[in-house]
C-alpha cells in the first residue's frame, strides 16, 4: 500500500525505530547536548563519552519521528571510535545527502547511513534526519545550549 | 436535512479533482485552512479583469465599482454574524492581527499593572502571546481557566478566576487542537456581571456553525476569512460600536485619517479608524462571495452535516486499536485529533500523504495543549462541508495499514 515510500522508510528504519541503539543515559558523559526541532516536538539529549579527541562512546534519549528516531540510533553506533575529524566529515557528507546538492554522492562512504537518503525527496522531512547531526556538530564544538533546527 | 447535498457542494470545489501522488486527493486539513468554492476564485478574476482599482480614494468609475464592492463585502460580513452595524465590522489580516489589535488598541489603554486578562488552557498560540506581549509591556498578568481531560474548559474554575482584577477575558469559540466548542454564552454572562468584556476567537468556530454576536452579546469576535472558504490574508475583528469609538487606531496612515496637518490629526471615523493603507480589496470582495455561497446552504444545515460526519468518524478510530484520540469534550465541532501506539504524528503525516490524504500532524499551535496531553504532537483530521463517509473510509483504512507497516 506504502510502495510509493519504500525509499523514505526503509527496513533498517522500521528497526531503528523499533529499537533504538544506545537509547540509555549516560553517567559521566564527556559531553550532553539538547536537539530540538519545534516544527515537530522531536526532542533529544545526546551524550558523548571522548577520549582526547577520540569518540568512546555516543548514546541518547528523547522522543521524535521514525526517521529522527533511526537517524540519531544508526548515528551513535556509527559515531564511536571516530575523531572528532572524521565526525565532522560524516555530518558534511550526511547533509550533502540529505539535501541533495552534490549530485553524485558516494554512498558508500556513508555506510549504513545511506538508508536516510531517501528523505532527499521529502523536504519537510529533512530537518527530521539532521537533527541528530546538528546536535553531534555542537556537541563536538562543545556547545552546552540546547540547539534548534529553526 | 433541507437540500444538503454534498456531491453537489464538492463540483464546486475544483481543487477536490485534485490527484496526490496518483490518488484521489482527501482532503483533511481543514481547521489549518480550507479550500476555495469556484465562486470565490470568480469573483478574485472578475475584480481583476472588470472592475477592480483602489477603494474609498477615485471619483473615478473603476474606484467606485471597486468600492461598492468592498464596502458590499463588509455588509455581508455584518449580516453573516448579525452585528448590528456596518461599523462594526474591521477588515484585517487574520485572527492573529485580529486579537494583536484588541491588545493593542483596547488592552494597551484600559489595562494596567496589577490588572488581569483571563484565556483558557486550550488557546491556540495567538490568542496568548498578544497578552502576554502587552502584560510585559503594562504590567498586567496572564490568567489561564484550566481544563479536564476531555479537553473542556472547568467552568468553576474559570469562574473562581474571575475576579476584580480582571480587565479581559479572552477565549476560544472552539478549539482547533481538540474540537472543543466552549459554553461561551455562559462565560460571557458571567464575565458581563462583573463588568468584564469578552473577546471570542472564532477563527475555527465560524466555518462551522451559524454565530450571531448579538445573541452571544460578545464584546468581540475576530475570526480569519482562509477557514471560511475564502482567500487568506483577510480577517474580521467585530467590536462592539460603543467600545471601538472609545480605542485609539492601531496602525496610522491613508484611509485612517479625517484630516492631516504637522501638528495634528484627525481620526477618520468607523471602521476607517482601524484600516490604514490600502486594504486586501480582492479579498475583502471574494470573503464576501464565500459568505454568500455559505448562506445559499445554510450554516445550519453545514452543522448538521459535520456533525454526523464527526459522529461516523469518531465511531470509526475508536475501532482500531492502539488509536487515542485527543480531545472528547461532550461539546465539540469536527475535528479528530489523535495518537497511534508508537508511531509520530509525523509518520503518520508522511504516510498518509502517500495515500492521497492530507492530515496536519505537529502541535497545531497549540504547545501548551501538547504539554497538557504530554505529547510532543499529535495527527489531526479536521472535517468541512464537502468532506464525506467515504473519505473517511479512507482515511481509517490507511491508518490501520500504517499500523500494520509499522509492526
Ligand atoms: C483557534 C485559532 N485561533 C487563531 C488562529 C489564527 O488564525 P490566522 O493564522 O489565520 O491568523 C487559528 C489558526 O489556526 C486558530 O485555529
Same mark, same amino acid.
Given at each position: 500500500m506504502f510502495e510509493d515510500?519504500?525509499?523514505?522508510?526503509?527496513?533498517?528504519?522500521?528497526?531503528?525505530?523499533?529499537?533504538?541503539?544506545?537509547?540509555?543515559?549516560?553517567?559521566?558523559?564527556?559531553?550532553?547536548?539538547?536537539?530540538?526541532?519545534?516544527?515537530?516536538?522531536?526532542?533529544?539529549?545526546?551524550?558523548?563519552?571522548?577520549?582526547g579527541d577520540v569518540i568512546t562512546d555516543a548514546s541518547f534519549q528523547g522522543s521524535g519521528c521514525a526517521i529522527s528516531t533511526a537517524s540519531v540510533s544508526l548515528m551513535t553506533e556509527i559515531v564511536k571510535g571516530k575523531t572528532e575529524a572524521e565526525a565532522q566529515e560524516l555530518f558534511t557528507k550526511f547533509h550533502e545527502m540529505t539535501t541533495g546538492k552534490e549530485e553524485h554522492i558516494n554512498l558508500e562512504a556513508l555506510g549504513k547511513l545511506a538508508v536516510l537518503a531517501g528523505v532527499r525527496e521529502y523536504p519537510a522531512r529533512v530537518k527530521c534526519a539532521t537533527l541528530a547531526w546538528h546536535t553531534l556538530d555542537a556537541a563536538l564544538k562543545n556547545e552546552a545550549n540546547a540547539i534548534s533546527t529553526e | 436535512m433541507s437540500g444538503f447535498d454534498v456531491n453537489k457542494i464538492r463540483q464546486d470545489f475544483p481543487i477536490l479533482a485534485e490527484k496526490i501522488r496518483g490518488k484521489d486527493l482527501v482532503y483533511l486539513d481543514n481547521a489549518a485552512t480550507c479550500q476555495k468554492p469556484q465562486a470565490v476564485i470568480d469573483s478574485i478574476v472578475q475584480l481583476y479583469s472588470h472592475d477592480y482599482a483602489n477603494v474609498h480614494r477615485g471619483v473615478h468609475t473603476l474606484s467606485v465599482r471597486s468600492t461598492d464592492k468592498f464596502e458590499a463585502a463588509r455588509t455581508k460580513v455584518k449580516s453573516f454574524i448579525n452585528a448590528a452595524s456596518d461599523k462594526e465590522i474591521i477588515?484585517?489580516?487574520?485572527?492573529?492581527?485580529?486579537?494583536?489589535?484588541?491588545?493593542?488598541?483596547?488592552?494597551?489603554?484600559?489595562?494596567?499593572?496589577?490588572?488581569?486578562?483571563? #484565556?483558557?488552557?486550550?488557546?491556540?498560540?495567538s490568542n496568548i502571546v498578544p497578552w502576554q506581549m502587552l502584560c510585559e509591556q503594562t504590567g498586567a498578568v496572564l490568567k489561564v481557566a484550566p481544563m479536564n481531560h476531555k479537553g473542556e474548559l472547568i467552568y468553576s474554575e474559570f469562574e473562581q478566576l474571575l475576579s476584580d482584577k480582571t480587565k479581559l477575558v479572552s477565549v476560544v469559540h472552539m478549539s482547533n487542537a481538540l474540537g472543543t466548542i466552549n459554553p461561551v454564552k455562559k462565560?460571557?454572562?458571567?464575565?458581563?456581571?462583573?463588568?468584564?468584556?469578552?473577546?471570542?476567537?472564532?477563527?475555527?468556530?465560524?466555518?462551522?456553525?451559524?454565530?450571531d454576536v448579538q445573541e452571544l452579546d460578545c464584546d468581540f469576535y475576530v475570526f480569519s476569512g482562509h477557514?471560511?472558504?475564502?482567500?487568506?490574508?483577510?480577517?474580521?475583528?467585530?467590536?462592539?460600536?460603543?467600545?471601538?469609538?472609545?480605542?485609539?487606531?492601531?496602525?496610522?496612515?491613508?484611509?485612517? #485619517?479625517?484630516?492631516?496637518?504637522?501638528?495634528?490629526?484627525?481620526?477618520?471615523?468607523?471602521?476607517?479608524k482601524f484600516e490604514a493603507g490600502t486594504p486586501a480589496i480582492a479579498d475583502v470582495i471574494a470573503l464576501g462571495a464565500a459568505i454568500d455561497y455559505l448562506a445559499a446552504i445554510g450554516m445550519n444545515n453545514i452543522a448538521a452535516y459535520e456533525s454526523e460526519l464527526l459522529d461516523y468518524a469518531t465511531v470509526k478510530a475508536k475501532q482500531i486499536d492502539g488509536l487515542t484520540i485527543i480531545g472528547e469534550?461532550?461539546?465539540?465541532?469536527?475535528?479528530?485529533?489523535?495518537?497511534?501506539?508508537?508511531?509520530?504524528?509525523?509518520?503518520?503525516?508522511?504516510?498518509?500523504?502517500?495515500?492521497?490524504?492530507?492530515?496536519?500532524?505537529?502541535?497545531?499551535?497549540?504547545?501548551?495543549?501538547?504539554?497538557?496531553?504530554?505529547?510532543?504532537?499529535?495527527a489531526r483530521a479536521s472535517f468541512a462541508m464537502y468532506n464525506t463517509k467515504q473519505e473517511i473510509d479512507v482515511l481509517m483504512a490507511g491508518i490501520q495499514s500504517l499500523i500494520e507497516v509499522f509492526g
Open positions: 515510500l519504500r525509499d523514505l522508510y526503509q527496513e533498517v528504519i522500521f528497526d531503528h525505530n523499533r529499537n533504538p541503539r544506545n537509547f540509555r543515559v549516560m553517567e559521566n558523559a564527556d559531553r550532553q547536548v539538547e536537539g530540538f526541532n519545534p516544527l515537530c516536538g522531536d526532542r533529544l539529549t545526546l551524550f558523548l563519552k571522548m577520549d | 477588515f484585517v489580516r487574520g485572527a492573529t492581527e485580529a486579537i494583536n489589535l484588541v491588545a493593542q488598541t483596547y488592552g494597551k489603554t484600559n489595562i494596567k499593572a496589577g490588572d488581569e486578562i483571563l #484565556i483558557t488552557a486550550m488557546e491556540h498560540h462565560i460571557i454572562a458571567a464575565a458581563h456581571a462583573k463588568g468584564i468584556p469578552v473577546l471570542l476567537d472564532g477563527a475555527q468556530a465560524i466555518p462551522h456553525m451559524a454565530v477557514k471560511l472558504y475564502g482567500p487568506s490574508g483577510i480577517g474580521v475583528v467585530y467590536g462592539k460600536q460603543s467600545l471601538l469609538e472609545a480605542m485609539p487606531p492601531y496602525q496610522g496612515g491613508g484611509d485612517m #485619517i479625517r484630516k492631516v496637518t504637522f501638528v495634528e490629526t484627525e481620526y477618520n471615523v468607523l471602521p476607517y469534550a461532550e461539546e465539540k465541532g469536527a475535528i479528530l485529533s489523535f495518537t497511534l501506539n508508537k508511531i509520530h504524528p509525523h509518520d503518520i503525516g508522511t504516510m498518509l500523504d502517500s495515500l492521497g490524504i492530507a492530515i496536519r500532524a505537529g502541535h497545531h499551535c497549540a504547545m501548551p495543549v501538547m504539554d497538557f496531553y504530554g505529547v510532543p504532537a499529535t
